[in-house]
């Protein structure tokens, strides 16, 4: 395993060369990431698939439970393209979607036995203590507060908050560029609380989704757009002629996978898994085959962070 930082924090530019997408929505004005480049299917990077584990026995009482009921729920995003999306089918795709699949195969359990359980960002924390998830693979940032609530084992990718825009908008460029502007975010999310900061002197609206904060942006509503910025990424590959992301990443967020904080066995074993399919290289193809369509490049995975 090579401890390095994201590609998260690789040129952002890239999106404007590679991408050839048409700006596709749903209904809500939220892109569609079912068109998301110009490529054939033919020609994109295949997912890898994952052996599933035999006779897994870990001292665990959140995977015993699982085992019981010969199923593992995992908590996840359905409106992040690239990194968790679920379509008008049903079906779920992204980097996060592989990376719950990997673990789960890990722990001996087959996609088919995986039940997928959309939770929003601000009811992580709660849905966890609560056992409505065994785990929590969607975008979350590993930090001191939330260490206090649950358990992380990770990270397993390093994000960095920035700002996705309006095409056409040369006036904003950071965050020290948006005073005066209003900014929208998840009520909860990190990157809400570092703008809020008062030296970045800005309004600021918070939503449930980060898909209506584009849609409030697409309208003219908010000025910008700021979340993690592989989050941002997919919504800009999707519509390239009308979004971009700023390119100057301002906190760093290394994503881990949630779960029950006292259930240290679980922890390590999932920690394991993580380093385990960066060595055989599962993790980076399933980034090329996701999260890799926006133009980000995979950087290798973070050093786990075993407490």
Do not use: W
């Amino acid at each position: 395993m090579k401890p390095c930082k994201s590609a998260a924090f690789a040129a952002v530019t890239v999106l404007a060369i590679t991408l050839t997408a048409t700006s596709c929505s749903s209904g809500s004005g939220t892109p569609d990431p079912g068109q998301s480049d110009g490529t054939r299917a033919a020609d994109r990077p295949r997912l890898p698939t994952y052996e599933v584990a035999t006779g897994v026995s870990i001292d665990s009482p959140t995977l015993k439970r699982a085992q019981s009921a010969g199923k593992i729920v995992i908590g996840v995003k359905n409106d992040q393209p690239f990194l968790g999306f679920q379509d008008g089918t049903g079906q779920r795709s992204g980097f996060d979607i592989e990376v719950a699949k990997m673990i789960a195969a890990d722990l001996g359990f087959a996609p088919r036995h995986i039940e997928f359980r959309t939770i929003d960002t601000g009811k992580r924390e709660a849905a966890i203590a609560a056992g409505q998830v065994d785990l929590y693979v969607g975008t979350y940032t590993i930090n001191d507060e939330r260490k206090k609530k649950v358990g992380f084992a990770g990270p397993y990718y390093l994000a960095g908050a920035d700002l996705l825009v309006r095409k056409d908008d040369r006036t904003i460029g950071g965050p020290y560029s948006l005073q005066g502007k209003t900014v929208c975010s998840v009520t909860g999310a990190t990157a809400l609380k570092e703008i809020q900061k008062e030296e970045y002197n800005t309004t600021t609206v918070g939503t449930e989704k980060y898909s209506a904060c584009v849609d409030k942006l697409l309208k003219g509503d908010v000025d910008a757009v700021t979340t993690d910025d592989a989050i941002l990424m997919g919504y800009a590959a999707q519509a390239p002629d009308k979004l971009k992301v700023v390119g100057n990443p301002f906190t760093e967020e290394p994503y881990g996978i949630g779960m029950n904080r006292d259930d240290t066995a679980l922890r390590e074993a999932v920690s394991d898994a993580i380093e385990e399919h960066d060595a055989n290289g599962d993790q980076e193809k399933a980034y090329d085959a996701t999260l890799g369509l926006s133009g980000s490049k995979y950087g290798g995975t973070p050093t786990v962070d075993r407490y």
